[in-house]
Antibody
């Protein structure tokens, strides 16, 4: 069974750093696209970052330059290094495995394995 | 502010049919990017409900169905059940955004 487990969340003051981990089991993270998605309290889902199987990385404008996604193939784990944290980064952070879907005209990706999330609270 | 707009809430009695719209534009759904749907039960992680506009993963009841037309998509729940009370999100891609993915604003389904 494919599973994801996030860890590393907690309370931090503004400006601090935090590293989230997403440990995978049942599949290898190096062979797939892996995303981080966050959800602020009482709000909707916001895509944060993705790492492709080839190693390319992409970020939402709201975190670009502050967050870094990476993976350790030997630990089968994906990370999200979060620097210069802001109050608006407060959220539950989920990691998710993606699958490629070939539509009639365009390719898209959907997220079909999700972790339970880890909570990050940025507050003074 | 998401580029995919959903109604904040819809409600229905048990057994009724409810629909959730996901309104996009020519840069996302209208550009041919397929739509995927997720269900998020209270206090839990999202769960894939529909992928590729109309396809249900194994284990998803057939009372959930979806469709697209032009720049919009919709999710229908027929024979509404108490356990369907949850938040629902559409997701697609947009060629005007710097990021590859976009989620809809989300819809809370309440079973009366």
């Amino acid at each position: 069974e494919e599973q994801l487990e996030e860890s590393g969340g907690g309370p931090v003051p503004p400006g601090d750093s935090l590293r989230l981990s997403c440990a995978a089991s049942g599949f290898t993270v190096s062979g797939t696209y892996m995303s981080w998605v966050r959800q602020a309290p009482g709000k909707g889902l916001e895509w944060v970052s993705v790492i492709h199987s080839g190693g390319s990385t992409y970020y939402a404008d709201s975190v670009k330059g502050r967050f870094t996604i990476s993976r350790d193939n030997s630990k089968n784990t994906v990370y999200l290094q979060m620097n210069s944290l802001r109050i608006e980064d407060t959220a539950v952070y989920f990691c998710a495995r993606e699958a490629l879907w070939f539509g009639e005209s365009m390719e898209t990706y959907y997220m079909y394995v999700w972790g339970k999330g880890t909570s990050v609270t940025v507050s003074s | 502010q998401s580029v995919l707009t959903q109604p904040p809430s819809v409600s229905g009695a048990p057994g009724q049919r409810v629909t959730i719209s996901c309104t996009g534009s020519s840069s996302n759904i209208g550009a041919g990017y397929d739509v995927h749907w997720y269900q998020q039960l209270p206090g839990t992680a999202p769960k894939l409900l529909i992928y590729g506009n109309i396809n249900r993963p194994s284990g998803v009841p057939d009372r959930f169905s979806a469709s697209t037309s032009g720049t919009s998509a919709s999710l229908a729940i027929t024979g509404l059940q108490a356990e369907d009370e949850a938040d629902y999100y559409c997701q697609s891609s947009d060629n005007r955004l710097s990021g590859p993915y976009v989620f809809g604003t989300g819809t809370k389904v309440t079973v009366l």
